[in-house]
């Protein structure tokens, strides 16, 4: 059978490639400060924000693309795909850091700015540039802000073959060993350490691992023909009741949860570092609303929304470069202040060129298929019909 790339494109669930695009355009809006869009951004409506979407999302696609593999007890075959996608990705985290510490320096050396540089962190590479730079960021130890989550999911593609290999054998012992290592985690305070500053990565993988892991379960369901967690009107209800009941304690401004001190402190804890089960909670509660929301599937294959599935589609290097992007706008805005109208037509600026990058990509993949395939691109073939 001819190969058809369109075919094969419609055949994806571009949901999940819709809410994608929809977290990375979220976390460009919040890694930008002083836009009026970031007050209207999820983390304003409840606890979790894009960074616990973009996680369980990305556990979710992974399953998708290497659990034939699994399924076959070809484990050590998607294991090594993973890790080179893995090492794509130290690629892409290290040559972005090194565009992003360029803009700081600039900022702070040729501008005399250091507010902006302090904030992300590029005191390290000032006092101790070796140390930083040489060994530091090679060994993931040092991190500038913003540039906290590519190493998470780095490491999460390397644990991601074991969570295959027991979702295989039994989604619920996945998610129980993964419960387990978070809450083990939260109370020895497992992390992955600075240097050459003392303490730890921003985002504890350990703790981490457990959204990424129910997305790899959730993930796993799907391949299988079934919900990890089927439609059922009074859960539906409870999630939409708790994801109200978020919001109206955020407006609040406590800072904590009803009974901390009586309930445990995982229960009531609300850091986002370790990612508190809080957090999560919200985060799955959201996702079940959402994906059982009539119309969603349609609004997804929409015209509308093609340009944000397309960024979903291509998550991990519109991630990257919207990092370096976001980087490149700060630097600007710490050199020469803007009123918050000017910020916001920049970040809406900035997601139009993420969005033709998408399409570039796309289009190259496309070629690249069809290529393979003997066929000619999907753009080719939509131009003479």
């Known amino acids: ?29 919040n890694h930008v400060p002083g836009n009026v869009l970031e007050n209207y951004t999820s983390r304003n409506f409840g606890l979790s924000d894009a960074a616990e979407a973009f996680v369980f999302m990305s556990g979710i696609a992974v399953a998708l693309a290497s659990w034939t593999l699994v399924a076959a007890g070809r484990t050590g075959e998607a294991a090594a795909k993973l890790a080179r996608r893995a090492g794509k990705l130290y690629i892409y985290h290290i040559a972005g850091m090194m565009v992003a510490l360029g803009f700081i320096a600039i900022t702070w050396y040729g501008f005399g700015v250091h ?5 992300v962190n590029f005191a390290p590479v000032a006092e101790t540039p070796f140390k930083a730079l040489v060994i530091g960021m090679p060994m993931l130890g040092y991190q500038i802000g913003y540039y906290n989550i590519l190493p998470l999911y780095m490491l999460f593609l390397l644990m991601a073959p074991a969570m295959l290999w027991l979702g295989r054998r039994s989604i619920p012992l996945l998610l129980t060993l993964s419960g387990a290592l978070w809450l083990v985690a939260f109370e020895a305070g497992l992390n992955m350490p600075n240097f050459p500053q003392e303490g730890g990565w921003f985002f504890h993988p350990f703790g981490w691992q457990f959204l990424f892991a129910t997305g790899i379960a959730a993930g796993i369901a799907k391949k299988q023909g079934r919900a990890l967690v089927a439609f059922r009107p009074w859960l539906y209800a409870l999630a939409l009741a708790w994801l109200v009941w978020c919001y109206w304690f955020l407006l609040q401004e ?13 229960v009531t804890y609300l850091d986002k570092s370790h990612l508190a089960l809080p ?22 294959a929409s015209r509308l929304m093609a340009p944000v599935a397309a960024m979903g589609r291509n998550g991990l290097e519109l991630f990257a470069f919207g990092s370096v992007l976001a980087i490149g706008l ?25 969005m033709g990058v998408a399409a570039l990509l796309d289009r190259r993949k496309d070629g690249r298929k069809a290529a393979a395939a003997g066929t000619m691109p999907a753009g080719a073939l939509a131009a003479r019909a």
């Open 1 to 29: 059978m001819t190969h058809d790339p369109i075919r094969k494109k419609a055949q994806r669930d571009l949901r999940l490639d819709m809410f994608r695009g929809l977290a990375l355009m979220t976390i460009f809006i």
């Open 115 to 119: 507010e902006f540089g302090e904030r």
């Open 254 to 266: 406590w800072g904590w949860l009803p009974l901390d001190g009586t309930l445990p402190v995982f």
């Open 279 to 300: 957090r999560m909670v919200h985060l799955l509660a959201l996702a079940y609303v959402l994906v059982n929301l009539p119309g969603m599937a349609r609004l997804a």
């Open 330 to 354: 700060q630097a600007v805005f710490a050199v020469l202040p803007a009123p918050a109208w000017a910020v916001t037509f920049a970040v809406v600026a900035g997601i139009a060129v993420q």
